[in-house]
């Protein structure tokens, strides 16, 4: 499964409005370590199916919730739950340390 696209014009109505919790990669194409962490995120899309929503904002194309969120270096990766930043990540990072956050919000 694809992660979800959020941009400024959804993320409302996907993220803040969401009954479950939500993971958000900030992120850009011309971003080395954002293309290095993509299958992770698809992964958790997978996996987390139903449980979180799982999805993806360009910084370039949705600067407003980019600068909303303080989002100053990607990949950033936020994990929400009822609409209230719960954690943080910055950089690239193993795929254990998204599993180890998310378990605190499910």
Known sequence: MKPNTFTDGNFEAEVLKSDVPVIIDFWAAWCGPCRMIA???EELADEYQGKVKVGKLDVDE??????KYGVRSIPTVLFLKGGQVKDTII????????????????
Do not use: C
């Open 91 to 106: 950089g690239a990072v193993p795929k254990s340390m998204f599993v180890e956050k998310i378990s605190k919000l499910v």
């Open 62 to 67: 949705n600067q407003q919730t980019a600068i």
């Open 39 to 41: 299958p992770i995120i």
